[in-house]
């Protein structure tokens, strides 16, 4: 996991006081102190597991006496049925974190399986499949990691990483008489001489300008592949082409067939479908 255990517990203290834990008046009500529990985390369906460790993690903050023990890793294909991990201990403990740790990992999968099919369906292709910043907030470290965890790469994690000059930047600047060109050029002096300097563009010429203004990267946004492909032709030797926009699965192998290196895809973490897991329980009295 690329997070510390003090960065880690962050997201999951915040999602437990979400859930109020401390004060679960079902399982204090019905569970008796001394019951036992072992409790197997089965996916449903065939996915890419991730989340792991950050699940685990849920159910020792929650007790550090419950014991939790991967059997598979994150970046693993699974099918339904499986035992992915197992949990035991307290069974008060592990029902009140159960959810909390669920939709975590369910999320996490969720997201990397869905880049897989988008990373699955280029091959052949010298196209990346890329997140976007467009992820849950408060989320996205866990978001992109899961994004990498399919197989796919991340852009900015934040807007230090680098200069995206977007229309709207554009349309505000041709209010101050500032053209495309001209912001690029403001952008390079301005800017840190460590990031990249990216532009969005909508059209073919706006793609030549952008090129030939020294952009290092160039986003075609929303044009057709084949509009892509004349753009690519022209400009791939000047900079890193990048398609966004109006991408799925069923035409993301045409717009990668352009030419263009990176795919960026907001829906893989806006959208995607979270992973079908159940926690299955084995009870004894201790």
Do not use: W
Request: charged letters at 25%; proline letters at 3%.
């Amino acid at each position: 996991m690329f997070l510390t255990p003090r960065e880690l517990n962050v997201f999951i203290d915040r999602a437990l006081d979400e859930d109020s834990v401390g004060a679960d008046v079902t399982t204090s009500a019905l569970i008796p102190l001394h019951l036992e529990a072992r409790a197997s985390l089965v996916p449903k369906e065939p996915g890419i597991l991730a989340g792991l460790e950050v699940a685990g993690a849920a159910f020792r903050r929650v007790n550090s006496d419950l014991v939790f023990t991967q059997e598979l890793l994150d970046g693993d294909r699974v099918e339904g049925g499986e035992i992915v991990a197992t949990v035991s201990g307290p069974m008060g403990s592990i029902l009140t974190a159960e959810r909390t740790a669920l939709n975590f990992m369910q999320r996490m999968s969720g997201i990397a399986t869905l880049t897989d099919e988008y990373v699955r369906a280029v091959e052949g292709t010298n196209a990346s499949i890329a997140d976007t910043r467009k992820t849950v907030p408060g989320l996205r470290l866990l978001d992109k990691y899961s994004v990498s965890i399919g197989g796919g790469r991340n852009h900015r994690m934040t807007l230090a990483d680098g200069v995206l000059i977007k229309d709207n930047h554009l349309a505000a600047l041709q209010a101050e008489g500032i053209d495309l060109e001209q912001a690029i050029k403001l952008a390079r002096l301005k800017a840190p001489h460590t990031v990249k300097i990216e532009v969005e563009v909508e059209s073919f010429e706006s793609a030549l300008a952008a090129a030939a203004a020294g952009a290092d990267i160039v986003m075609l946004d929303n044009m057709s592949p084949e509009d892509m492909a004349t753009a690519v032709d022209q400009i791939a030797a000047d900079c890193i082409v990048e398609a966004s926009g109006g991408i799925t699965l069923e035409n993301v192998f045409k717009v990668a067939q352009s030419g263009v290196d990176i795919i960026s895809i907001g829906a893989l973490t806006h959208s995607s479908r979270a992973l079908d897991i159940s926690l299955d329980y084995e009870t004894k009295n201790a």
